[in-house]
C-alpha cells in the first residue's frame, strides 16, 4: 500500500558550533623572578586598576619586570597579533583589563586566549555584570578552563578607595590564576 501523504524535511535553525578544545598554557609554581606583563585596553579606571594591581603584586613578588602596554586601537577590538606576540616574547604571565561591557569583555578573554595559545598565563580582568559572557565566550572560543579575574562592576564611576577594594580583589585572584588554583566562576 502506498503512502501519498506528502513529506517535508525539517531543518533544526539553531544550528551548531563546534570548537576544537584549546589547552591553558602551563601554570607556574612560583611567581618569583617572572617577568609581568600588563595589557590596559584603554578603559576608563583600567589604568588605575592594572597600575594599582601591579604595585599591590610587587609588594609580595619580586618580578624581573613589570612591562606595560595599552591597546590604543580601541577597548572594543582584540589586540593586534604582532602586539601579542611581543607580549609573549617579553613576559612570562600576563594581566589584562577591563571586561565592564559585552565588547571589551569578550576581546579581554579573548587577547587572554591568544596569549595563552603562545604559552603565557594570563589573567584577564572582567565584572561581576559579565561573568555569564565570559563563560560563554571562553566556550565559544574553545578555552573554558580559562580562569579570569572578577572584580565588582561598575569600574568607571568609582572612588579611590572602591579602586583600592578591586585592587586587592585582582591582587589575590590574578596569582591563583597563574598559579592554577583559581577555581571556575
Known sequence: MLDNRPSFEIFDPRGRVET???PLAGRKTSLE????????NSK???NKLLRGGAAALSEEVRFAAVNYYVKTHG???????????RMAE?????????????SCCSCCIRDAIALEDLGIPAAPVITTEFVNETRLTRQA????????VVIDHPVSSIT?????????VIRQQ??????????DI
Open 141 to 148: 572560543v574553545g578555552m573554558p578552563a580559562l580562569r579570569p
Open 160 to 168: 579611590e578607595e572602591e579602586v583600592a577594594a578591586r585592587v586587592e
Open 174 to 183: 590574578a596569582c591563583e590564576v597563574w598559579l592554577g588554583t583559581r577555581a
Open 75 to 85: 577597548f572594543s577590538s582584540d589586540a593586534p597579533a604582532d602586539l601579542i606576540a
Open 44 to 46: 576608563w579606571n583600567a
Open 20 to 22: 576544537a578544545s584549546r
Open 33 to 40: 623572578g617572572l617577568r609581568l606583563g600588563i595589557l590596559d
Open 90 to 102: 617579553e613576559n612570562d604571565i600576563v594581566l589584562t583589563a577591563i571586561g565592564d561591557c559585552g
